[in-house]
């Protein structure tokens, strides 16, 4: 009777030491829930919803995406870090929740914790004037501010993303004086380009790349070399603002803890994924370059990112509202 006892728990700790392993060979044997941290129909939701059904191909189950919008990314980051780590649950990983609100305010996670699964799209900042600024070029528009001082104003999709820093960033390199205007969005900070509310405007490039047949003129892309995606329009680089350098980096995340093998599956589906000339083609679509990454690449990028950034905050004595 003790002996056939033994053999019962025996079995059963050899049963409940199998059942992990057998899940994480059998992943995925559900849809999967990617957290994207703002709402739908913006240009963040764009980029990840791009990637949603082709990934959800190679992986062989459905990518349903759970907007968790609010306080700049922080919620839907929040939700996905701290989400159970059985690869049923992956978030987007935006960079405004990890390079710069950490400098600014006390966050509900460690960003130390972030588990980097892979890039998947590079957007490039743009920086521009409204139709009714009489200049075409960056030097016009610094000759400009440098003489009429405090007088012209730059708009932001807010205070403390990164088209924020990414103007103040240029503004300090080019040694001019410019008026900070934050609006609640990308969208309405355009609006106010175009009703001349604001006279400059930095932004990611899906958000004025439409407006430029109503007007919106497109100086300079923030990046040491030309973007594939504007080959017309000089870099900052090359127009002597060789530290201008702004771009919005969007990736794939996981709770901390995921198991490797999952981990593993899911970062060569992204590879595959974003390898793919219709993936390539709907991101170049919304002003977007898909990307790839190692985990590793992914992290250094984002410790950079963060080191730079939180420089110029404390440089430019940046806070929230």
């Given amino acids: 009777m003790k002996k056939r006892s033994l053999l019962i728990i025996a079995s059963a700790l050899l049963a409940s030491t199998a059942m992990p392993t ?37 992986l062989g189950q459905s990518i349903l995406v759970d907007n968790r919008a609010g ?55 743009v920086i521009t004037v409204g139709p009714q600024v009489p200049v075409n070029s960056l030097k016009e528009l610094i000759a400009l501010a440098k003489k009429d001082a405090g007088k012209l104003n730059y708009g932001s999709a807010g205070n403390a993303t990164t088209p924020h820093l990414g103007a103040a960033l240029f503004a300090q390199e080019a040694g001019i004086n410019m008026v900070h205007i934050a609006y609640k969005g990308a969208a309405p900070a355009v609006t ?15 958000a004025v790349r439409a407006f430029t047949a109503r007007g919106v003129k497109i100086l300079a892309v923030s990046s040491a070399r030309r973007s594939e995606l504007l080959p017309d329009v000089p870099s900052t680089g090359e127009l002597g603002l060789p530290e201008v350098v702004a771009e919005s980096n969007y990736g794939i995340i996981a709770p ?40 590793d690449e ?11 950034w939180g420089a110029l905050v404390k440089k430019a004595g940046i806070k929230l509202d």
Avoid: C
């Avoid at 999967?32 to 913006?42: A, E, Q, T, W």
């Fill in 71 to 125: 306080a700049s990314g922080i919620i839907g980051m929040d939700a996905a870090i701290k989400a159970d780590p059985d690869g049923y649950t992956f978030g987007f990983g935006v960079p405004g929740g990890i390079t710069v609100l950490p400098h600014l305010q006390k966050m509900p996670y460690d960003i130390n914790e972030i588990n980097y699964v892979s890039l998947v799209a590079r957007v490039p900042q």
């Fill in 22 to 58: 057998m899940a994480q060979s059998n992943w995925p044997a559900k849809p999967i829930r990617l957290v994207v941290p703002y709402p739908p129909g913006g240009p963040v939701d764009q980029i990840a919803r791009s990637i949603q059904q082709r990934l959800g191909e190679v």
């Fill in 298 to 308: 992914y992290r250094k990028l984002m410790q950079s990112e963060s080191a730079r």
């Fill in 256 to 295: 901390k803890g995921l198991p490797a093998p999952i981990f593993e599956k899911m970062r060569q589906a992204l590879v595959t994924t974003l390898a793919t000339p219709d993936v390539k083609s709907r991101l170049a679509g919304l002003g977007a370059v898909a990307i790839s990454t190692t985990p």
């Fill in 192 to 206: 106010g380009l175009l009703g001349g509310e604001v006279q400059v405007l930095a932004a990611d490039l899906p």
